[in-house]
């Protein structure tokens, strides 16, 4: 059921990231009135029901208009940054989120049977609890057009200030729809360096040659000695072996974190390994 309602968006959202749908009912710092589908509004609130209590505030701000800032915009998303990578990032469920990842996960050798998301930090409550929400907002902007606008300019307002940006720490491309709405997102931030590891070569197809895209294909196996991928990839090997490419050279302890190397994000570089953990 439709209902009219009326929010009001922030001086922060650049409405020219809306879909054109939207972009010509937008006025900044007035109120919108707009016909929205209230079920995917509180369903959107819903999942943040039982986030913690600065999570879910400024979440909903973000989804009802009353606070439109980099914060909720953040909220929203749950995007994610490690000290010792120099750029934000986004985890999904590792499982759930994986099509090829998945199936491989069931053999022994390859580099998604020991996989790395689904242990340790990423295998305790609070992080599978975090997965999750973020694949429930991303699920429910494949299905609305409103929370996918919602999605699509959180994330955008969110690249601002940003020089680079990793997809998937945790999780892959599960689907075509998910690749359009990462697409869109790489193209309206040109200014913005993206990394994208997958295992998805024909799902990911629409990512390859975007300039501000490195798309890289991993390997199937642990010391895989060449990929057949025409264009970027990266592998995992063990400690007695060394890989092939560039090693990684936070994964080898030979420093901490990623400091200046931007090889992950480098159409320069063919290959990056990284050693099994």
Request: charged share 20%; with cysteine; aromatic share 8%.
């Amino acid at each position: 059921m439709n209902m009219i309602t009326t929010i009001e968006l922030s001086p922060s959202i650049n409405c020219e990231n809306l879909k054109p749908a939207k972009a010509s009912s937008c006025y900044v710092g007035i109120n919108l009135v707009d016909v929205m589908p209230m079920q995917a509004i509180d369903k959107a609130i819903a999942i943040f029901e039982n986030s913690t209590k600065g999570i879910k505030q400024d979440a909903i701000d973000w989804i009802t208009g009353n606070k439109r800032g980099i914060k909720q915009a953040r909220a929203f998303i749950g995007l994610s940054k490690n000290n010792k990578m120099p750029a934000y990032t986004i985890a999904i469920p590792a499982r759930e989120s994986c099509p090829r990842g998945g199936k491989l996960a069931k053999v022994e050798g390859t580099v998604c049977h020991k996989c790395y998301a689904v242990k340790g930090h990423d295998g305790m409550q609070p992080a599978i609890t975090a997965k999750q929400r973020r694949w429930d907002v991303i699920q429910l902007a494949l299905e609305s057009t409103i929370i996918y606008d919602l999605w699509f300019s959180a994330f955008t307002l969110c690249m601002t200030k940003e020089s680079f940006f990793r997809w998937h720490s945790a999780g892959d491309l599960f689907s075509a729809s998910y690749v359009a709405l990462v697409k869109e997102c790489i193209e309206h931030t040109q200014w913005v360096q993206h990394w994208i590891p997958t295992k998805e070569p024909i799902l990911s197809r629409p990512l390859a040659g975007l300039d501000n895209c490195a798309l890289r294909l991993s390997d199937d196996m642990v010391n895989q000695v060449k990929n057949k991928f025409k264009g970027l990839t990266s592998g995992v090997h063990t400690p007695n072996n060394g890989g092939r490419g560039q090693a990684c050279p936070a994964s080898e302890k030979l420093q901490d974190g990623c400091q200046d190397c931007r090889a992950c994000w480098s159409h320069d570089v063919a290959h990056v390994s990284y050693k099994i953990h």
